[in-house]
């Protein structure tokens, strides 16, 4: 007896984090899968008691020619900001780095980390300030004679991964920097000497050492552009049309524009479940440091 | 060739490591590498720039230029208190709310998961890990409903319960891992001059770790400052929503035409992450402090 009432003292501390998650965290994800089998509405009677509709929302989701293209889009915006962007910008810089004086260094980091840092909206009206038709970048290509087109008009998407690629950039920047001083330099030395050149040794020694920040990295970058909202939101507003419509997006316009909770909801739950494979492929890499 | 080459960079590096200073020949890889960093900043910083320059420019355009005549009307019309000062006291409340529940709870839930082995805390971390990934944004319509159901749309502590709650899978990671490099021989001496297990967090392991519990509380204070979506979509009163959701609002009525006092309001309203951000460089004494925390 004593020792499940000590064993159970020791568990009361973790209760107010049970608590809370299970109803904050645990709570809206169990509410999307039963919510998304609803008619669920913004207002009047269907918000309070929504009626179960069964499969309808899931069949009028996979009929929707929107659905398919906004799958699309965000596949392409992720793989093409984060999984590409991103990374192989946060190598490079990080390697660029380690070969830079100090006060490159410090000044290279300091911005790159500084749009990291920015309020997300902030961040959102900077990028459509640089894209707009009258923005900076487009005065800068009218310096050498060429006329820029409307960015977030003729090519929202070009416009939204770059953005996102400026402003995610720093973190896997900073996990790379922290990886490449992990790096033996006797290994890279041992290299050297035996005739490896810059890009071998990269691709031979630096990379293979590095694999797992960069599994990891990849996984969250992944996850993180996933939910990105406020910067396409601010924009281009997902448009024009639906041609920047990632799911986010879609889901919050469908529920709240056009007020469609229940359809929202399905979606919200499509983009449940392909971020619970991305975590759970995520902690497995991570499993062995767990333990 | 390779060989050849490799020879004095292998010097180099070397003479780099034994703490001289760098000779004053630069190679060209190495100028080349600052040269190209240099670019790459200069690109980040262009849109940032913008924002800067904007805000103190009389005829700001959407375009980075350099103004005619440097003003403070920009700020000065801003300045007023439903404009900014609500919001902005919005945003402190809601921040510090979901900061100071989240460092509490989480320090709480570190306790037992960092100093005793309990079967089930392997898995109770595994949920937590599975919680950092969770994307938000996907549950915002679901957690709308949730709110209408709970009564708790429009209401600022239920707000504050949620943010906090979101930030809490990363919270009691962070805490864990500073908790972790407290030795326990220091709570055994306290154990056995009686003290019970919450006298001795309270009165070693916490004085201890006074700087892990101040990057984590502005980790969550500065993603709760910077949040947009789960204020827009949980408030819906204009005198409840902190400055992010505000600032949007301005954004849509006179964004297009007052980009110097749009800059001017963002400016106000990104400084104190930014001063923040300063500060847990210097306590944990790195500039990368944030991110190492994330990976673990």
Redesign the interface.
Known sequence: MAVTSRGA???V??A???V??A???L???V??FY?SFTN?ALTGPA??N?EWIGLDNYTALFGDPDFPKSLWLTVVFVFLSAVVGQNVMGIL?AG??R???KP??S???T?????W???????A???Y??F?S???L??MLAGVGIAGPDWLYSTPMLAVILANI?RGT??SM??Y??ALAEVP?ELT?AA??D????FQRLAWVTIPVIRR?IS?NL??TT?QT?????LIY?MTGGGPGTDSST??IL??QE??KFAQ?GY??A??TV??IV??V???I??RA?RP??? | M??QM?AP??QT?RAG?AGQL?GPR?KP??MA??L???V??L??????A??VV?SFDAQA?????VPDALTTDNFAAIMTPELTWLPLWNAFVLSFGAGAITV???V??A???SR?R?RFG?Y????????T??????????????F??LNLLDSLPGTI??M???S??MA?WMTKNFMDSVPISLEEAAWTEGAS??QALRQVVLPLMRPGIAVVFIFVF?QA?????VPF?LLLSPEKQPA?VS??AF?GQYGSVA?GQ??AY?LL??AP??GL?VLVTRISGS??A???A???
């Open positions: 003292a020791r568990v501390p973790l107010p984090a049970v809370l998650l109803l904050f965290m709570g809206p994800v509410w999307s919510g669920a918000a309070l929504p810089l660029l780095l070969s830079a004086v490159v260094r000044i290279a980091s911005v790159v980390v500084a749009a840092v920015l309020p997300e909206i902030v961040a009206f900077a990028a300030a640089f707009h009258e923005g900076t487009n005065t400026w720093a973190f900073m996990v920097s922290a330099p030395e050297q000497l005739g490896a050149n810059g920040s990891t996984m969250l996850l996933l939910s990105v909202f406020t601010v799911l986010p889901a919050y529920a709240f909770v929202g909801t979606i919200a983009m449940i971020g619970a991305f975590s759970v995520y902690i991570l440091e767990v333990d | 390779a060989g490799t960079a292998v590096r490591t760098a630069i890889t190495k590498a600052n190209v960093l240099l790459i900043a690109l980040f910083v262009l849109p940032m913008w924002v904007a355009t959407l375009s980075f230029g509490v709870v989480a709480l839930a306790y037992p998961l005793y309990m392997k109770f971390l595994y949920s937590v890990l599975f919680g990934c969770l994307p938000i944004t996907a549950i915002m319509v679901p957690v709308y409903s949730l209408v159901q319960f949620f906090a709650a979101t809490l899978p009691i297990a919450m500065v400052w910077g949040n947009f979506f979509v992010a600032i949007f954004f980009y749009l800059a963002s309203y990104a992450v930014l951000y500039a990368f944030l991110a190492g994330v990976k673990g």
